[in-house]
């Protein structure tokens, strides 16, 4: 009798446990979204990596650093079918080649900067089936200067994450590799990955998260071993990294309810990133931001200087930007563009509408717009007959002022070079663009010269490992230095740079005939 109430209790987990399958058509569609919390700081001193069949795992107490909502979307609307269709050839056919490749996306919330490089927009592009889940290809905006672009990457062999249905026992392995070549753009780098994932679904049972509890989850252990080569100007460089994800299904959601992720150094695994289903709430808002160029430079063809902003913030329902010349901005990832050079205070706001009252956190960086074309020259060439203003851009306005008398305009002198009626102080108003700016003061006539031309001071050596030196005209002398960083930040107040990072500077040398600024790389 023991034996068969043994027998029909085995009997009955099975029937229960047969009952937790998870089909292609309990994973996301089109529409599909969910919210998501996240934690890479508290675990609680769980214990991740356990299980079994009909396991309990509790794991009540994990902590909320950020939430996102979760979309996923038809890949037609995601604005790289265009750009995908191009690059395959497919000109007159493009929609029924795309769509037969495609019919799910997922799009990243936020961008990022790499190598100096924007990288906004990323979509992944997948094909589900009844039978798995593969992804096909992804997309992104790379901003490169002041251009963006849109690039595809298409695997080559495609990454099938899931086979439709999951159930119990089931293992499998599959490759996956893509080839990133950015030597078209102009970008000396070739991207190459070759990844192995192994998917184990080695337990089935109950979970408890900070949401509630989960009554038949599936658990899967995901494995991927990536094999990454980056070929630059100084050769290629390998890399083998294994990551392993624990997730738990429930199928009566979308995704996986809880994911647990980490690297595997030395044959530890290190959890370092948590994600689970979650309610919404009200979280401290993160306003992080970068943007690229690094150092933007004033354009003489357009007037103009384009910089990329790319947010990296966290807990938000709105941004809002402060370009700090006046222009705003609600994007995520705005291009600006600045019509003269200077030091602009960018601020970003993130806003969490969903608290109440509303929580608001900023955040500021300084971008410096150069002018290493010198199109905004102020320098002034003193004869003993004319005063000539060296700047010679197409439609720059000119206005001679009289410096005795606080700078008044001196009727009609307006072209670029003036020739004074009475010895005097003189200064030139310039209108470039929507730029305006004015020279220094000038004796006229110059003292003891038949002509002075005055010039920029010369900083060298550049590159530099340590100490400048600096080349003045003459009759012109330094007052002082500031050295600024490419975010703009005040570094150092001299000319040896020895205690600063390797980097490129902002060297401001303030004369006695203005001030002057010069790009220095410290070597």
């Not at 529409?31 to 890479?40: D, P």
């Not at 080559?156 to 080839?179: C, L, R």
């Not at 595997?264 to 948590?274: A, F, K, M, R, S």
Request: proline share 6%.
């Amino acid at each position: 009798m023991k034996h068969l109430y043994l027998l029909l209790t085995c009997l009955g987990l099975t029937t229960v446990f047969g009952q937790i399958t998870y089909t292609s058509s309990n994973f996301a569609g089109i529409g599909s979204n969910i919210i998501l919390s996240s934690t890479q700081l508290n675990t609680a001193g769980y214990d991740f990596t356990q299980t079994g069949t009909n396991y309990a795992w509790n794991y009540p107490l994990l902590d909320v650093t950020s939430q996102d909502t979760q979309v996923w979307s038809d890949p037609n609307n995601s604005g790289y079918k265009t750009s995908w269709c191009f690059t395959n050839g497919y000109i007159f056919n493009c929609n029924s080649n795309f769509n037969s490749q495609f019919n799910l996306a997922l799009a990243q919330r936020d961008g990022a900067i790499l190598g100096g490089y924007g990288l906004t927009n990323v979509v992944s592009h997948y094909q589900k089936t009844n039978t798995a889940l593969t992804n096909k290809m992804f997309g992104a905006q790379l901003t490169v200067g002041a251009n963006t672009v849109p690039v595809t990457v298409s695997y080559t062999v495609p990454d099938q994450e899931y086979k439709f249905p999951i159930q119990y026992n089931d293992n499998y392995t599959n490759p996956s590799s893509f080839t990133v070549d950015l030597n078209a753009l102009g970008i000396p780098i070739i991207y190459q990955t070759d990844n192995q994932r192994t998917n184990l679904v080695e337990g089935w049972g109950s979970l408890v998260t900070p949401y509630g509890t989960f009554a038949s989850t599936l658990k899967m252990k995901t494995t991927v071993v990536s094999n990454v080569t980056i070929t630059g100007d100084a050769g290629p460089t390998n890399t083998v990294q294994t990551t392993i994800s624990y997730k738990w299904f429930d199928p009566q959601y979308y995704v996986p309810v809880l994911e647990v992720t980490g690297n595997e150094i030395n044959g530890l695994w290190v959890p370092t990133q948590i994600t689970y289903v979650d309610i919404q709430r009200c979280l401290q808002p993160s306003a992080m931001f970068g943007y690229v160029p690094v150092l933007p430079d004033y354009d003489p063809n357009t007037l103009s200087a384009s910089v990329s902003f790319i947010a990296a913030a966290q807990n938000y329902q709105q941004l809002q930007w402060n370009f700090g010349d006046g222009g705003t901005s609600t994007n995520p990832n705005p291009t600006h563009v600045y019509q003269c050079p200077g030091v602009y205070t960018v601020t970003l706001s993130a806003i969490n509408t969903f608290c109440v009252p509303s929580v608001t956190e900023q955040m500021s960086l300084n971008v410096v717009v150069t002018d290493s074309q010198n199109v905004f020259n102020n320098e002034v060439t003193v004869s003993d007959t004319s005063l000539t203003a060296v700047r010679d851009t197409a439609g720059t306005q000119y206005q001679w002022l009289d410096c005795n008398s606080n700078n008044q305009p001196v009727p009609g002198a307006v072209s670029q070079t003036f020739v004074p009626t009475n010895p005097g102080s003189y200064a030139v108003s310039l209108v470039t663009g929507s730029c305006t700016s004015v020279s220094d003061c000038y004796d006229f006539p110059a003292l003891g010269t038949v002509q002075a031309v005055f010039v920029e001071p010369r900083l060298y050596p550049n590159p530099t490992t340590g100490v400048l030196h600096v080349e003045l005209p003459v009759n012109n002398q330094l007052n002082s230095v500031r050295v600024l960083d490419v975010l703009g930040q005040e570094v150092a107040q001299s000319l040896n740079l020895s205690a600063l990072a390797k980097g490129l500077y902002l060297v401001e040398l303030h004369t006695s005939q203005g001030a002057f600024t010069s790009k220095v790389v410290k070597d």
